[in-house]
């Protein structure tokens, strides 16, 4: 596993759009509807695992929802919507809400695609507002919680997922 | 071909005989069996009794032993393995088929699934080729994993669960889990591979558990718990369920595991309308 990179932005909108990528040698999962699933089911586990289970993945109906042990919603998810064309494989899950939403609306998106010779796996949050970020024009202190809590732990989760979807592809 | 299938007696092994009614037949057991559909043989993959015997004249061989609802579990599994895969590689076997656990393969298995994984292993360690087939729970009437559910929903108005009931899983009917195993018989495409066998859907325990109810009729309430630990639970589904604690257990550490497909390369090599969850439940209902 090569070329790491993690890049965080706000944009115009006032979304926030988070990214880290690594490259492998090769494909960690096979380009169809399974592998595309695989990549999101390894994310929420990548959740769990790096919070040792206080955070999880709860899913019902069309949607899952991320919560606290305890009960309390962090972030509730749209169904998966599973992408395997072209050599690019995704997961991406619509961002319906939860206490770290401001409101509704973004996603994130777990996805293999090619670059070069190798394989990129990426985890794309866009257009996510998150509530513990400083609102526009308020003082940088109050996005303390967002910026030192919430951002690292995003960008810790996914080098944890990259290395369980790794883990599994080499045991 | 000379087929011989150890573990006959189980819910996949009586599935299998339909399957593979063109073969020549030969059924293990550990007790003496005289019923239509095959030649009956007694032998005993933990101990080695038999084995030998069993394996005689046989091309393929159909690996469905496990010793869950024993103390030592994952050391019964490793030697009644190894014991196999010898005695298949001194009769000239061509293939072994056996039938793992999907989700065996990632990190932070259960004991169970580690088990699954660790006997195809061992199966393999004698030179035969191995095809692995892997699947989640199995939905099929006398389906160990299945009747917990069952048992479950018919008793219990309302449900204390663990939040592992939120896992997803991707369950299969019994009659397309034995529809890909009777078809890599002697495939020698698949010999030396391993294939995730999932159902058309993924679902969540809970889901299931909704969804069995609701073909029975009933609306359990379901509460979930963030803390239950398999210990616990294990004896709450001995209390309730059909299903002893013993073999409860590993099963209900398993659940913690998302139990999915990662690939769907059987589906190229044995096409097949697969059967829908509702569908394959009203059957095992039946």
């Known amino acids: 596993m090569t070329g790491w990179e993690t890049s965080e932005r706000v944009l115009e909108s006032g979304g926030f759009e988070s990214r880290q990528r690594v490259l492998v040698v090769e494909p960690m999962v096979e380009a169809s509807e399974a592998g595309a699933r695989t990549l999101g089911v390894t994310y929420w586990q990548a959740v769990d695992r790096f919070t040792r289970g206080v955070v999880r993945a709860s899913w019902r109906g069309g949607g899952g929802k991320l919560k606290l042990l305890g009960g309390a919603t962090l972030l509730t998810f749209g169904s998966p919507e599973l992408s395997f064309e072209g050599g690019l494989v995704s997961c991406r899950y619509a961002i319906e809400g939860g206490l770290l939403a401001l409101r509704a609306g973004g996603s994130v998106t777990l996805a293999q695609r090619p670059e070069g010779d190798q394989q990129e796996l990426s985890v794309t949050v866009e257009e996510y507002l998150p509530r513990l970020a400083a609102r526009a024009g308020a003082p940088l202190w109050t996005g303390m919680l967002y910026a030192k809590g919430q951002s690292p732990f995003h960008v810790a989760v996914s080098r944890r997922y990259f290395g369980l979807l790794l883990g599994s592809r080499d045991s | ?286």
């Open chain 2, 1 to 286: 071909m000379n087929v011989t299938v150890f573990g006959a007696t189980g819910v996949v092994g009586r599935a299998l005989v339909d399957p593979l009614a063109e073969h020549e037949l030969t059924s293990v057991s550990r007790t003496a069996r005289d019923e239509p559909g095959a030649r009956w043989v007694v032998a005993d993959a933990a101990t080695g009794d038999g084995v030998a015997a069993a394996l005689e004249g046989a091309e393929v061989v159909y690996y469905l032993v496990h010793s869950l609802g024993v103390r030592d579990f994952e050391e019964q599994d490793r030697v009644a393995a190894e014991t196999v895969a010898r005695e298949a590689a001194n009769a000239g076997v061509e293939q072994i088929v056996y039938l793992g656990g999907l989700g065996a393969d990632g990190p932070g298995a259960s004991p169970h699934l580690r088990s699954r994984r660790e006997t195809g292993q061992r199966l393999a360690s004698a030179g035969v080729p191995v095809t692995t087939l892997r699947a989640a729970m199995i939905i099929g009437k006398g389906s160990a994993a299945f009747e917990t559910i069952l048992g479950l929903v018919k008793r219990l108005p309302v449900m204390v669960t663990p939040s592992w009931v939120s896992t997803p899983t991707q369950p299969i009917a019994l009659d397309d889990v034995a529809h890909y195993l009777a078809g890599v018989c002697g495939n020698e495409a698949a010999f030396g591979e391993a294939y995730d066998t999932g159902g058309p859907e993924v679902m969540t325990y809970r889901q299931m558990i909704e969804r069995i109810a609701a073909l029975l009729g009933r609306k359990p309430a379901i509460v979930e718990v963030p803390v239950l630990t398999p210990y616990l639970s294990s004896l709450w589904l001995n209390l309730v369920t059909p299903v002893n604690a013993s073999v409860a257990r590993p099963l209900v550490e398993g659940l913690r595991n998302p139990t999915i497909a990662r690939e769907e390369r059987i589906r190229k090599l044995l096409p097949l309308e697969l059967t829908p969850f509702d569908e394959a439940a009203r059957r095992a209902l039946a």
